[in-house]
C-alpha cells in the first residue's frame, strides 16, 4: 500500500516548498485553507474530466496553467504585501498539484469496494501519513527559511526547474502522441529522460532538505553557564536550541521515514509479482499424475508443469482451500480473462498476477470471473490423481513453448520443435515439418495425418472449452 504515500508525497511535496516559501508569514490558517479550496477545486474538475475521458486533455492544460503561475512564484517569493493575492496565487498552485495528482492516482483508488476492510484501512493510513509529513516539513522549511535565505532560495530554485522541465517535457509528450509536433530524436531523449528523472528526483529534494537541517543545527547557540539566578539571556538561548532541535528533530524524522518507504516501494512493492518456477513432471505408466495429500497439508500452492509432445509447457498447480482440514484442488495455473500469468498464493488469498484480484480460497475450483480454470481430478481421501490427457486439454491456454524433439507427422523424420523450418496449428495442436513439402501435404488433408490419441485431445479441449 506503499504507492498511495509514494504517489501523495511525490506530488505534495512540490507544494509543501512552493507554500512554505511563498506565505503569508502571519496566515497559516489562511494558507491552509486556501490549499484545501485548490484540492477541492481539483478534485471536482477531474471528476468532471473523468466522466467524458478528458483527463489527459485537463492535464493538458493544467500544465500550460502551472508553467504561467511558476513564473509569477519570483513575484510572490520577494513580495508579501497583498495577502489576497498571495492566498489565490496559492489556491492556484494547489489546484494544479492537485490534479497532477488525481492524474497519477486515478488507477488506485484509495477505497477500491464499498467495505472498509483492512486493505482500505492501510491504503488511507499510507495517505495520512504522508500528509502529516508534508506538514511537518512545511512548517520546518518556513522557519528556516528565515535563518538560512540564500540556501532556502537555491531550494526554491531547485524545485522551479525540476517543477518547469516536468511540465514542459509532459507537454512535449502529448503533442508528440497527437502528431502536432514532429518526433524528433533529440525531443523524444529529452522527454525520455525527464520521465525517467522524474522516478527518482524526490530522493534529491530529501537530500537538500538533510542539507537544510544540516545549516539549521549549526545555528544552535553554543552552550554558556547560567551567570546568575534570573539569567534572561541564558533562558533565551534554552528557548532556542530547543526550538531549533524540535524543528529539525520532526524533519529529520520525517525525511527518514519517507526515504524508507519510497526506497520500499521502488525496490520491492513496486516489482511486479512473478511465479515460482513449476515442477515439471511426467506421468506414470497409467498416464496419471499422483500426488500424495500430505504434499498440500504445508498449505502452500504447489506448482507443475507438463510439456506436451508439441513442446507446449502446461502449468497447474494444487492446494489446500481450508488450512483446518484436508480439502484439495487441481487447476491449470491460468484464466480465462487474463491469461496464463499464473497465480501467487498469500495468507489466505489467491492472487492473480495479471489483474491482481484476490480470490477467495474456497471458490478456487469453481469456473467464471478471474478463478484460475477448473481441471478434473480424482481425490480418494490419501491422493490426488489428473490424468494427463486432461491436462493435454488444457495447453491452449498457455502459450510458453519449450525446445523439444518432435516428429514430422508425415515422413515421420526426428526434428527439434524450435527449429523446425515450417509448422501448422491444426485443432488447436501444433505440428512441426522437417521441410516444406511436409507442409504442404499436410495442410491438403490434415485429418490424414491425425493420430488418434490427437482426435481425442481435440474432442477432449473441445469439451473443456
Not at 495429500?293 to 498449505?299: A, K, P, Q, T, V
Not at 499464473?342 to 469453481?366: A, M, Q, T
Request: glycine share 4%.
Amino acid at each position: 500500500m506503499s504507492i498511495y504515500f509514494v504517489h501523495f508525497l511525490s506530488s505534495f511535496l512540490p507544494l509543501t516548498v512552493f507554500t512554505a516559501f511563498l506565505r503569508q508569514q502571519k496566515s497559516i490558517a489562511k494558507t491552509f485553507l486556501a490549499v484545501f479550496l485548490g484540492f477541492l477545486f481539483a478534485y471536482f474538475a477531474f471528476f468532471i474530466a473523468a466522466q467524458y475521458l478528458q483527463t489527459q486533455n485537463l492535464i493538458f492544460n493544467v500544465n500550460f496553467l502551472f508553467l504561467g503561475l511558476l513564473l509569477f512564484s519570483f513575484l510572490f517569493y520577494f513580495w508579501h504585501k497583498i495577502e489576497i493575492l498571495s492566498l489565490i496565487f496559492v489556491a492556484a498552485l494547489s489546484f494544479c498539484f492537485a490534479n497532477f495528482y488525481l492524474f497519477l492516482s486515478q488507477d488506485f483508488p484509495l477505497f477500491n469496494n464499498s467495505l472498509l476492510d483492512t486493505q482500505n484501512i492501510s491504503s488511507l493510513a499510507f495517505f495520512v501519513l504522508a500528509l502529516l509529513l508534508c506538514i511537518v516539513l512545511f512548517f520546518f522549511l518556513a522557519w528556516q527559511s528565515k535563518i538560512n535565505v540564500k540556501s532556502s532560495f537555491l531550494f526554491y530554485l531547485l524545485i522551479f526547474l525540476y517543477e518547469a522541465n516536468k511540465a514542459f517535457s509532459s507537454i512535449m509528450l502529448t503533442l508528440m502522441r497527437e502528431n502536432i509536433i514532429n518526433t524528433y530524436e533529440i525531443l523524444l531523449s529529452y522527454v525520455a529522460k525527464s520521465v525517467y528523472l522524474n522516478t527518482y528526483s524526490t530522493y534529491f529534494f530529501f537530500v537538500y532538505i538533510f542539507f537544510l537541517i544540516f545549516l539549521s543545527l549549526k545555528t544552535v547557540p553554543k552552550n554558556r553557564s547560567k551567570q546568575f539566578i534570573l539569567d534572561i539571556q541564558f533562558r533565551v538561548q534554552n528557548a532556542q536550541a530547543y526550538l531549533i532541535k524540535n524543528y529539525c528533530g520532526g524533519a529529520f524524522i520525517a525525511c527518514i521515514l519517507s526515504i524508507f518507504i519510497f526506497a520500499y516501494f521502488h525496490n520491492v512493492s513496486s516489482k511486479p509479482l512473478k511465479i515460482d518456477p513449476p515442477t515439471e513432471i511426467i506421468p506414470n505408466e497409467q498416464g496419471q499424475f499422483v500426488f500424495n495429500i500430505e504434499l498440500l497439508r504445508d498449505n502452500k500452492l504447489h506448482r507443475f508443469a507438463y510439456i506436451t509432445n508439441e513442446g507446449k509447457v502446461v502449468r497447474f498447480f494444487l492446494m489446500n482451500k481450508r488450512e483446518d482440514r484436508d480439502s484439495p484442488v487441481a487447476v491449470f495455473d491460468a484464466c480465462m480473462i487474463c491469461g496464463d500469468m499464473g497465480y501467487i498464493k498469500k495468507d489466505s488469498e489467491l492472487i492473480c498476477i495479471s489483474c491482481n484480484v484476490r480470490i477467495f480460497l474456497p471458490s478456487v475450483g469453481k469456473a467464471g470471473g478471474c478463478n484460475p480454470i477448473p481441471l478434473s481430478y480424482i481425490y480418494d481421501g490419501k491422493t490426488v490423481s489428473v490424468n494427463v490427457k486432461d491436462v493435454v486439454a488444457g495447453s491452449n491456454y498457455f502459450n510458453e513453448i519449450k525446445e523439444k524433439e518432435v516428429q514430422d507427422p508425415v515422413s515421420n523424420e526426428k526434428l527439434i520443435n524450435l527449429q523446425a523450418p515450417f509448422s501448422y496449428t491444426y485443432k488447436g495442436i501444433t505440428y512441426y515439418f522437417s521441410n516444406e513439402k511436409n507442409y504442404e501435404i499436410f495442410k491438403k488433408e490434415p485429418q490424414k495425418f491425425v493420430s488418434e490419441e490427437a482426435q481425442f485431445l481435440i474432442q477432449r479441449r473441445n469439451d473443456v472449452g
